[in-house]
């Protein structure tokens, strides 16, 4: 049987914290309409260096499609990717014949361990099983 003042004591806990989290929120209110003028001009100023940014990025971009360069003044940089666009059996079927160490053979984790929880599969064999004890949202008393 759990003890009555161990439910009691962790209840009682838990309203405190409940007094302390509505305190930190009337606290963070206040702050927020005290601080609003800075936090105006934060937002601004996050908004127009981001604007700056792209512009940044727009020129270097410029300058790179003129002369072909990918180290631009002010460390800013050019980087190029490809990106491929093939059918995935066709890769395989290909990589098969001609880069075999390419092709992963893998098992669905999930699909297979929910299969053979319920189902005797030779090699396999129940480890461990974990029981856990659950808390309602609200503990009664």
């Not at 009691?8 to 929120?25: F, R």
């Not at 601004?44 to 990918?70: P, V």
């Not at 395989?92 to 699909?111: F, H």
Request: with cysteine.
């Amino acid at each position: 049987m759990i003890p009555t003042d161990k439910l009691q004591e962790y209840k009682d806990l838990e309203n405190s914290l409940g007094n302390e989290l509505s305190k930190l929120t009337r606290l963070k209110l206040a702050f927020n309409t005290e601080n609003q003028e800075l936090m105006d001009s934060i937002h601004d100023n996050q908004a127009n260096l981001e604007d700056m940014k792209n512009g940044l990025k727009e020129l270097a971009l410029s300058e790179f499609n003129l002369t072909g360069e990918k180290k631009l003044a002010g460390g800013l940089g050019i980087r190029e990717s490809v990106k491929l666009d093939y059918e995935a059996n066709e890769a395989v079927a290909w990589c098969k014949i001609n880069m075999p160490v390419a092709v992963i053979q893998s098992v669905d984790r999930k699909q297979f361990e929910a299969y053979a929880k319920d189902n005797d599969i030779d090699g396999v064999v129940v480890k461990t099983k974990t029981v856990t004890a659950t808390f309602p949202k609200e503990l009664i008393i």
